[in-house]
């Protein structure tokens, strides 16, 4: 199992969304790569994995740049919470048409079963193994069809980004210490929870995507004696 340290603080986010990591190179490629082509790359493979979908919720939205995109392209209710005041203004400035809101993916403030579909970009990773289960128990909380997980995936390229940015940056948090996934990681991780498996050969095979049913999730829980949101 990876035992990296993640920081994960509003802090570390604040200067990742500022650009002001040590030196600014590589975050300003990655927000411009985001802009220019992953936004849509993502929220396309969002779309397809879940099926016909009236509404959605991105957990942990930054930019709401992919949410803008589902917005206009489904004209579905679209919802995202962000913890991050820097990337929550920008958000909001970005995604007009959407409910951008100011919380933590570990206290969602939203109704049960309040969206059909709730997702996340690159954010599960950095939660510790408890709070992964908490983020777990409130997606299928405020869910009602599928929850659909994107995380970084464990590939030669991925290891060597993250060891470059971890050991000759001098950088933690995103893109330095995140938990890297493959299909048998996930599976060894979380024993007996049902899933469907997807990598992103459009995303470079950066990344890949788990996605699973609500009441598949409850039903871990409960088996591994985890309290209910």
Partial sequence: MQDLEHDNSVDMWNKYYASKRGNSIFEKAVHLARKKYFKGTF??????????????LETGAGTAQTLDYICKKTGARCVGVEKTPRAYEIGKNIAKECEIILGDALKLPLPNKSVETSYSLGLF?????????????????????TVII??????????????????IRKLKGVWADDELFTKSYFKNK?????????????S?????????????????????HFPRS
């Fill in 204 to 224: 470079l095979f950066m990344t890949c995507w788990f996605v699973l049913k609500p009441e598949d999730i409850e039903l871990f829980l409960r088996e591994n």
């Fill in 125 to 145: 990773e950095h939660f510790s193994k408890e709070e992964q289960k908490k983020f777990l128990s409130e997606q299928a909380r405020v869910t009602k069809k």
């Fill in 150 to 167: 994107e995380v970084p995936t464990r590939s030669p390229h991925m290891i060597t980004i993250m060891w470059f940015n971890r050991n």
């Fill in 43 to 56: 929220a396309e493979t969002v779309i397809k994995l879940s099926g016909k979908s009236t509404s959605y």
């Fill in 190 to 202: 979380f024993p007996k929870l049902k899933f469907k498996y997807h990598l992103s050969v459009s």
